[in-house]
């Protein structure tokens, strides 16, 4: 049964430092992972998508790496701002289509 | 990817009241999902919704409780029924899983039972 971890769980930073959050899956086989931020109280905003094949996505500031055969990924944020304050959650894709789900890193970005 | 349009944002509703979420998504997508986060934790899944069939509920989640309708390719809604303060969470819908695609999700309806 494939089961995500996510490390730290929270995390604060003063503004401006490079920061990695981590996620690790202990199944190999998955199709795709996500990474997703949240605000408080609110619904999740995809950041990046990195297909099974791929070894990693980048978009603006972020960039995330998948490596399947260790079972993790990094979601690399650059020079951070404290609107990057948030829960970040990775999500591995599974053959049913569903969604596995990491408990989530809270970030806080000190100004 | 898809745009999803969740409404109600929030609501405080009165326990053993009934309340409905409604997702419309901005394009045509085959499979829809339910989730349930509740305060602090990460999401759970309710149930699966392709139009057309029955929604696949998770266990632990049942059709009475959390009756789901589908009626086309860019609408469906999630029935909170019978509340109880254990029922407050945030809800939230999701599209997408197409080969080559991710998720999309709405932007959540926050409930309160009182």
């Known amino acids: 049964k494939q089961e995500v971890t996510q490390i730290p769980a929270a995390l604060s930073v003063p503004e401006g430092e490079n920061l990695v959050l981590n996620c690790s899956f202990t199944?190999?086989?998955?199709?795709?992972l996500q990474w997703f931020r949240q605000d408080p109280g609110k619904g999740l905003t995809s950041l990046l998508l990195?297909?099974?094949s791929q070894r990693e996505q980048t978009s603006g500031r972020l960039n995330a790496s998948l490596d399947k055969s260790s079972g993790r990924s990094t979601l690399y944020i650059a020079a951070s701002q404290p609107g990057d304050s948030a829960t970040y959650l990775c999500?591995?894709?599974?053959?049913?289509?569903?969604?596995?789900w990491g408990a989530g890193t809270k970030l806080i970005i000190k100004p | 990817s898809a745009v999803i349009s969740q409404k109600p944002s929030r609501d405080i509703c009165q326990r053993g009241t009934s309340l409905t979420i409604q997702c419309q998504v901005d394009?045509?997508?085959?499979?829809m999902f339910w989730y349930r986060q509740q305060p602090g934790q990460s999401l759970t899944l309710i149930a699966t919704?392709?139009?057309?069939?029955?929604?696949?509920?998770e266990s632990g989640f049942v059709i009475d409780k959390f009756p789901i309708s589908r009626p086309n390719l860019t609408f469906s809604t999630l029935t909170v029924s019978n509340m109880s303060p254990e029922d407050s969470s945030i809800y939230l819908c999701?599209?997408?899983?197409?080969?080559?695609?991710?998720?999309?999700f709405g932007s959540g309806t926050r409930l309160t039972v009182v």
């Open positions: 394009s045509q997508v085959t499979m």
């Open positions: 999500a591995v894709r599974d053959s049913n289509y569903q969604l596995i």
């Open positions: 199944d190999s086989a998955i199709y795709n």
């Open positions: 999701s599209a997408g899983g197409q080969t080559g695609y991710g998720y999309t």
């Open positions: 990195i297909q099974s």
């Open positions: 919704a392709n139009q057309g069939s029955e929604a696949t509920y």
